[in-house]
């Protein structure tokens, strides 16, 4: 089993950039699937980002590809989220996840971090 703990969130003006971190308990972080979800009030939580146990393959929503990048360091146990020319419709709750089984990709993940409140103003 992982723990997993998300920082970095905060209030970021439209346009500016943040960079979330989870960071992961366990000495088989290097094992996991790793992803990045959000839900803003009233919504659905929605797929962000994905990247394999190896690094090697990332995979991200259309609505932030090219602003968004995750990355991870397995030897830090710590998966990144960097997003940059942030809109205020991102505002949301940040959610790290991660999973043994399954593709990357495949939205279903099994353990998950509290969130990180993601304020963006207009």
């Known amino acids: 089993q992982v723990q997993l703990v998300e920082s970095g969130g905060g209030l970021v003006q439209a346009g500016g950039s943040l960079r979330l971190s989870c960071a992961a308990s366990?000495?088989?972080?290097?094992?996991?699937?790793m992803a990045w979800f959000r839900q803003a009030p009233g919504k659905e939580r929605e797929f962000v980002a994905a990247?394999?146990?190896?690094?090697?393959?990332?995979y991200y929503a259309d609505s932030v590809k090219g602003r968004f990048t995750i990355s991870r360091d397995n030897a830090k146990n710590t998966v990144y989220l960097q997003m940059n020319s942030l809109k205020s419709e991102e505002s949301a709750v940040y959610y790290c996840a991660a999973k043994l089984y399954g593709y990357a990709y495949q939205r279903s993940y099994d353990y998950w971090g509290q969130g990180t409140q993601v304020t963006v103003s207009s």
């Open positions: 366990g000495r088989t972080f290097s094992t996991y699937n």
């Open positions: 990247i394999t146990w190896s690094g090697t393959s990332t």
